[in-house]
């Protein structure tokens, strides 16, 4: 098992063997965007209390705070279903 930083428990097999689907869909989502707090680009790092991408600058000064919940969008960490939903409910295309 495995917990989202949004506290929900997931079956840790199903969330790796989905790990390319939904990076492929994180990366759709961040393509163009420019960082929400400095308008940096790329905005290719989240923050899930806000469901909103940032730049790596502000995703470090921002992990200070574990209230934030940052995590990168390119592939070193696995996404559970509801921090992806955040992040496409806020950022629909």
């Known amino acids: ?24 869909t994180l990366k759709q989502l961040y393509t163009g965007k420019e960082c929400n707090d400095c308008k940096a680009k790329p905005a290719n790092w989240a923050t899930l209390k806000r469901g909103v991408f940032i730049c790596i600058n502000c995703a470090q000064t921002l992990r200070a705070d574990s209230d934030n919940k940052v995590k990168s969008c390119m592939g070193t960490y696995l996404w559970c279903p509801d921090e992806l939903e955040k992040m496409r409910e806020k950022n629909q295309k």
């Open 1 to 24: 098992m495995i917990q989202s930083k949004l506290g929900n428990t997931y079956d840790k097999t199903t969330i790796i063997a989905n790990d390319s689907i939904t990076h492929n």
